[in-house]
Nanobody
């Protein structure tokens, strides 16, 4: 499945952004979708994921209570609503499609190109 992220940009600390992960060529309904992020010089870090079927969600402790992942089946997209953004949230955000919703990036087999999120303090 081909994935395209969008919605990144520049925001002040405390602000909000909504990232989108859109698909072409296949329905996202059959996939678990994970959001990861990678800051310069750091490893790719898991942020959140949503299961296929029941749309159960999981979050990294660092974003729990501030970020919300959701799926829109009509739009064939998964969103990441990011509120109360902090400078340490600044990174390139990627979405991945896989069979299992978890923090292991090796479980995701298709990735988008990423979208940059910049948070100014």
């Amino acid at each position: 499945v081909q994935l395209v992220e969008s919605g990144g940009g520049l925001v002040q600390a405390g602000g909000s952004l909504r990232l989108s992960c859109a698909a072409s060529g296949s329905s996202l309904d059959y996939y678990a979708i994970g959001w990861f992020r990678q800051a310069p010089g750091k490893l790719r870090e898991w942020v959140s994921c949503i299961t296929s079927g029941f749309d159960s969600t999981n979050y990294a402790d660092s974003v729990k209570g501030r970020f919300t992942i959701s799926r829109d089946k009509a739009e064939n997209a998964v969103y990441l609503q990011m509120d109360s953004l902090k400078p340490e949230d600044m990174a390139v955000y990627f979405c991945g499609a896989g069979r299992i919703c978890n923090s292991n990036r090796n479980h995701y087999h298709d990735w988008g190109q990423g979208t940059q999120v910049t948070v100014s303090s």
